[in-house]
Each structure stands twice: as C-alpha cells, then as structure tokens.
C-alpha cells in the first residue's frame, strides 16, 4: 500500500533536508512524502514569503491546507521548538505538539512534530563527520565535549547565544573554516552535512527524531 505524506517544514534549510534525505528514504517503506515551507508573510513586491517565525496560529493554517489536500494520506510538521513566537512559560516540546494538534481538533491523520530545540543540533551527531565537512580537525573535541554534556545532540541548546546553530557559526569562525556556518550559508551547509551525516548516523544518535522517523517508516504497514 503506498501512502501520501505531507510534511509541513519551517524554512529552506529543513526544506532541503527532508527533499534530499528524508523524501528519497520514505520511498522504500511506500511512503511518498513532499515538503511544503510554511508561508510567514508578503516580500515586497506581493509573494509569499518562505520560512521565518512561526507561532501556532501560522502553522495551524498551513496544517489546516494540508490536511485538506491529504484526506487520503498523512500530514506531519518539521518545525523547530526554539523557533516558536509563543511558546508558553514552561512548556515542553510534548505540550506544544499536543497543542498544535488541538488547535486542529486532533485529526487523526496529523502527527505533529517539533525538532526539540532545532535542527542543526542533529548536525552534532557525529563530531568527526562534521569536523571533516567543515575541515576543522579540533571542532571534533568542542562538539563532543558539548553532546557529552547534554546527554544527546539534540539536547544541545544552553541559550540562545550557544543553540547549535550559534555554535556551529562560533566554531567554523574561530577555527577559519572555509566552509563558514552562518544564518546567511546554513541553507546550502545544513543540508549537505546532513548528507555527509547519513540518516542512520542522525537516527542512532538523536532518539527523538528516531522515534518520529520510525513512525513515518510505519505508515503504510496494515
């Protein structure tokens, strides 16, 4: 049985991610998935603008369309859990997916997921693989000490100064890589590294994310 999977993403870079790894991967357990990026406003000259702060209200919408388009199918989200306007005091990644599901009356074809605390910490999965992309040889020994902390690479996340992203920027700057992570390169960076990584490699590493891609794994079994 092949089933329809909607994935609804936050911006270009999770875009990429789920076009180029996750899409292609899906395949082979008869799940046929396409990203849609979720729409934050005009750009000057009247389009859609792609990407950006998110908040309930914004991705109930998207999810809303979607969900209109695959009656038929499934509907999940990729979003960031850092990325959320209006999270509330406390709240945990569990609570906001449960909300987001709420707002929608809980369809029973939606599973909705948030990356808990964003997406580049699954670039921390494997430190020598990412040290080797950015050829950077003492990044290896800055990454691990950082994930041994946190227990996990998704867990890396101590502020908003020190989220993976800012990490990633700090390290290829200090270390002069080539290859520099920025808001303005992790478009073409975040996406290739991911590759680099592996699906497997990210999976073994980052249970949440595992446990959300083996359910999208299960969709089409009887």
């Not at 494997?126 to 040290?131: G, N």
Request: aromatic share 8%; proline share 5%.
């Amino acid at each position: 049985m092949n089933v329809r999977l909607g994935i609804s993403v936050e911006g270009q870079t999770e875009a990429a991610f789920v076009t180029n790894l996750l899409a292609p991967h899906l395949v082979g357990f008869d799940v046929h998935a396409v990203q849609t990026t979720v729409s934050t406003g005009r750009t000057a000259d009247g389009r859609k603008a792609k990407g950006g702060s998110i908040n309930i209200d914004r991705v109930a919408n998207e999810l809303r369309k979607l969900l209109g388009s695959y009656r038929d199918g499934y509907v999940t989200s990729f979003y960031d859990f850092y990325g959320f306007a209006d999270k509330q005091s406390g709240e945990t990644v569990e609570r906001l997916e449960a909300r987001i599901a709420a707002t929608l009356g809980t369809p029973r074809n939606l599973i909705p997921y948030v990356q808990i605390y964003e997406f580049e910490g699954l670039l921390l999965s494997d430190p020598a693989i990412v040290a080797g992309y950015f050829d950077a040889a003492c990044m290896e020994s800055a990454i691990r000490s950082v994930v041994a902390r946190a227990g996990s690479p998704e867990n890396v996340n101590d502020s908003p100064e020190t989220a993976p992203s800012k990490r990633l920027e700090a390290w290829t700057r200090q270390h002069k890589s080539k290859r520099l992570y920025s808001q303005a390169t992790k478009t073409l960076h975040g996406p290739l590294l991911a590759a680099r990584l592996t699906l497997p490699v990210i999976r073994g590493a980052c249970p949440r994310f595992a446990a959300w891609l083996s359910r999208l794994e299960a969709l089409a079994r009887p």
